[in-house]
């Protein structure tokens, strides 16, 4: 069975884009694949969280995966801090990487933009970082998504060159993944392109009714169909893109025919809207507060997660002590 394996900053709360965009793919995929899914709770330290803020963060977001259906029995979900391993490969591929091809990464330049008094050291090897949690399943399959593809390039590259400088085949190059049909795009509630929190336009998975019925009446639209049959302008199209993700399709066949003769109205379309998301994320924010609720269970997770992890880290490692020629325990 082929390894994949996918990162997930802990930056928040997962919300309908990340669920329909990943999380869901992520649940199909630990039937057909060798999964390990982890929080990358070491790559966030690059712009100083508070200490108080490190467990939670990552807690949050465990709980939420789980929520939406990842089994621990079946992938391996860690947070990455838990496998100390990670650090030592990470430093072994640190000696193969040069200094000006860090500094070329967009990523890495665009950071060094926003937080010019920050520019620190693991702000440059986050590839190098990436590359190491990767590396160490010897994974061939990552999930990634436009941004991620330069980083993606330099773990192939941090895998081509060890293999070179040590005249072995021991890394394989790992590959990008796309979810093609499983993922869906979701788009935003301001009637700009996509759901993002940076955008603050979304509808967290935990989030209440009465806060997601009051998003969704507020979301942008305009003056109405102008004319029969009318193309629609993209604020309207994000809402009926919605309903098409949340709703059954008699609903949007209903309100698209409304729209098409003229007397569509809005409010009532959100009216339905709001209420088709409520019952879509109920089931989903029960078992979020059902597993945030049991801390000890969560950490039994953790635990086990971080386990299995640290095997498999630990024969990798290993090895590349043994390639390198050092001592092996
Ligand atoms: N850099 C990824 C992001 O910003 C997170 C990440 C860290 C990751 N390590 C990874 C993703 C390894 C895939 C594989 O989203």
Redesign the pocket.
């Known amino acids: 069975m082929e390894t994949v ?5 802990p930056t928040g709360n997962l919300h309908l884009g990340n669920y329909y965009g990943a999380a869901r793919s992520f649940v199909k995929m630990q039937d057909e694949y060798n999964c390990y899914f982890f929080i ?1 709770d070491w ?1 966030s330290l690059t712009t100083h969280p508070k200490p108080e803020d490190i467990q939670r963060s990552a807690r949050t977001i465990l709980a939420e995966y789980l929520a939406c259906g990842i089994d621990p029995e079946k992938a391996t979900i860690y947070i990455q801090s838990d496998v100390p391993e990670t650090i030592e490969l990470y430093l072994y591929l640190n000696m193969n990487c040069y200094l000006g091809e860090l500094e070329r990464v967009t990523t890495f330049k665009e950071k060094a933009r926003q937080q010019p008094d920050n520019v620190n050291a693991g702000l440059l090897t ?1 590839p190098t ?2 590359a190491a ?2 590396l160490q399943h010897r994974a061939a399959k ?1 999930p ?1 998504g436009k941004d ?1 593809e330069q ?1 993606m390039e330099m773990a192939r590259r941090c895998a081509r060159r060890f293999n070179n400088i040590y005249g072995v085949e021991f890394f394989p190059e790992p590959q990008n993944y796309y979810f093609g049909e499983t993922a869906i795009k979701v788009p935003g509630l301001d009637g700009t392109g996509k759901m993002g929190k940076s955008n603050g336009n979304c509808i967290y998975l935990f989030e209440d009714e009465k806060s997601i019925r009051k998003k969704v009446m507020r979301a942008v639209t305009d003056n109405g169909p102008q004319a029969m049959n009318s193309p629609k302008p993209e604020v309207i199209q994000n809402l009926f893109t919605l309903m098409q993700i949340v709703s059954a399709k008699d609903t949007y066949d209903y309100f698209d025919s409304k729209w098409n003769d003229c007397t569509l109205r809005y409010g009532d379309m959100k009216k339905q809207l709001a209420e088709d998301i409520v019952q879509t994320l109920a089931p989903i924010r029960e078992r979020i507060i059902e597993i945030s609720s049991d801390q000890e269970g969560l950490d039994r997770i953790a635990r086990l997660g971080a386990e299995k992890a640290r095997e498999s880290a630990r024969k990798t490692l290993n090895e590349v002590r043994r390639i390198i020629g050092f001592k092996v325990y």
């Not at 394996?5 to 900053?9: F, N, V, Y």
Request: net charge neutral.
């Open positions: 394996l996918s990162g997930m900053r990358a790559h986050y970082l990436m949690d990767i990552v990634v991620q980083n």
